[in-house]
């Protein structure tokens, strides 16, 4: 929790999901 898991490749409207079709991973 309160973690960067990863960063938004668009924008995301409250309400959305957050998923691998809008999110690139931050994992090094």
Same mark, same amino acid.
């Given at each position: 929790?309160?973690?960067v898991i990863g960063?938004?490749?668009e924008d995301i409207e409250r309400g +959305?999901?957050?998923h691998c079709?809008?999110?690139k991973?931050? +994992?090094v």
């Open positions: 929790y309160g973690e960063v938004a490749t +959305r999901h957050v079709h809008n999110v991973s931050a +994992r």
